[in-house]
């Protein structure tokens, strides 16, 4: 089945460094999308990217869906420490017709610890 | 209040109890998702439902069964909890295909 790799597993860094992460697959995915799961919640949507070579931001946060469709990369300009957390890439890939299912693959998560 | 809400927020139960976490929402969703989370591995479907009538398994189905009983309520049962099944477990909702998807709080289940 599909898989994601995400990397890196772990970032330690400054207040005000910049931040990159990425995921790549050996599939194809329709959409990507990036989460930020706080501790003790649930993952929030921080941003999605619908079509290949689509660069979008949100706020400091800029992704990027990759031009094969296999891979997103996610960074953080200028961290806080607010931004701590994990951060969740997944794929999402359309099964059958227009309106029909979809299989959503996660990564397996990147921790980010910023030091102020 | 949250748009998906996840009760109980936290449960401690023993081996081989029957145990129901609730998730309620109120985004007028159609599509509800069962999620588990352990360290290391990320998340794993359980269980889907695009609506009311609609039931499907996920990745990891065995041991746990689901109940659509509105639009609004998807619930997760395990019928005979093991100590396997500790973990976070996520309720998530979704418009439709293509869209992402928006998660509960979790519920924190431990099973000793």
């Known amino acids: 089945g599909q898989q994601l790799n995400q990397s890196p597993q772990s970032m330690f860094i400054q207040e005000g460094e910049d931040v990159s992460m990425n995921c790549t697959s050996s599939?194809?995915?329709?959409?990507w999308l990036w989460y930020k799961q706080d501790p003790g919640e649930g993952p929030v949507l921080l941003i999605a990217?619908?079509?290949?070579?689509e660069l979008t931001s949100n706020g400091r946060l800029t992704a990027q869906f990759g031009i094969t469709r296999k891979d997103s990369f996610l960074n953080i300009s200028a961290s806080i420490p607010s931004d701590v957390g994990i951060y969740f890439c997944?794929?999402?890939?359309?099964?059958?017709?227009?309106?029909?299912?979809?299989?959503?693959?996660f990564g397996k998560g990147t921790k980010l610890t910023v030091n102020p | 209040d949250a748009d998906v809400t996840q009760t109980p927020r936290n449960r401690i139960t023993k081996t081989g109890k029957r145990i129901m976490l609730e998730c309620s929402q109120t985004?007028?969703?159609?599509?509800m998702y069962w999620y588990r989370q352990d360290p290391g591995l990320g998340l794993r479907l359980i269980y889907y439902?695009?609506?009311?009538?609609?039931?499907n398994k996920g990745e990891i189905s065995d041991g746990y069964s689901v109940s659509r009983q509105a639009q609004a309520k998807f619930s997760l049962s395990l019928e005979s909890a093991i100590p396997n099944q500790t973990a976070l477990y996520f309720c998530?909702?979704?418009?439709?295909?293509?869209?992402?998807?928006?998660f509960g709080s979790g519920t924190r289940l431990t099973v000793v």
């Open positions: 998530a909702t979704s418009p439709g295909r293509g869209n992402g998807y928006t």
């Open positions: 599939s194809i995915f329709n959409t």
């Open positions: 990217l619908y079509k290949a070579g």
């Open positions: 997944a794929g999402q890939l359309f099964l059958g017709r227009m309106g029909g299912s979809e299989k959503l693959v």
């Open positions: 985004k007028g969703h159609d599509r």
């Open positions: 439902s695009f609506d009311v009538k609609d039931i």
